[in-house]
């Protein structure tokens, strides 16, 4: 049996194996703030580069500010408005204290509770960069960064409120993840068995059009 990611496989995988449907549960509300000075050689620094840009970002409570920042996979790194020195150090902010951020039109997202393909690191929160989305599902770029620019990976994921999915490129795995997310609208559980497998490409038009029925009123279903 070709290899489906474990994010997949123990979250909705069984489902298309004939078993139980599995969900999901997020455990409890993450709040508070974590925001203090930080130096570089405190973390290992995994991110595109420690140089500044000028942006937005939004903290857990909703509130967007401006600021000029850059990130890792599991910070924000943001400059001290108020000093006047270049080497100052930036203010960390944490993944779980942020709602997301943006560079121009470049939006990026808080994604939870996946398995990376080429590591097996399970990873808790981090940022990826939304590409699109259709009503409660969103499909995102994460990167995976390991030590800065000499090594980085790029997966698609897919993300509802209670499962975030590494998307295979695979066509033939790509239908049967497919097959889990739209498992509720028999018209395109249909589709999908008419074809045997789903390119990378089509998969926007597939998840818009399951994003346009989800939104319908139950009785045009």
């Known amino acids: 049996m070709n290899k489906l990611y ?62 000029r920042f850059y990130y890792d996979w599991q910070n924000l790194y943001i400059a001290d408005p108020q000093s006047k020195s270049k080497k100052a150090p930036p203010q960390r902010c944490a993944v779980d204290s942020l709602r997301g951020f943006a560079f121009g039109t470049d939006t990026f997202c808080i994604v939870h509770r996946f398995t990376v393909p080429k590591t097996g690191e399970c990873v808790r929160s981090s940022f990826a960069r939304r590409l699109y989305r259709a009503g409660a599902i969103q499909v995102v770029a994460y990167t995976d960064y390991l030590t800065g620019l000499r090594s980085a990976r790029t997966y698609s994921l897919l993300c509802r409120p209670d499962t975030t999915i590494v998307l295979p490129t695979n066509p033939q795995e790509l239908r049967r993840v497919l ?34 029925w989800k939104a319908a009123p139950a009785a045009v279903k």
């Open 6 to 67: 474990c994010s997949f496989a123990l979250v909705g995988g069984a489902a298309l194996l004939g078993a139980p449907a599995a969900q999901a549960q997020l455990a409890g509300a993450i709040t508070g703030l974590i925001i203090g000075g930080v130096s570089k050689s405190q973390n290992q620094f995994r991110g595109p580069g420690e140089f500044y840009r000028k942006g937005t970002f939004q903290l857990a409570n909703g509130t967007w500010q401006p600021g």
């Open 179 to 212: 097959a889990f997310v739209v498992a509720d609208s028999p018209s395109l559980l249909a589709q999908l068995q008419r074809v045997q497998g789903i390119q990378p490409e089509e998969l926007k038009p597939f998840i818009e059009t399951y994003g346009r």
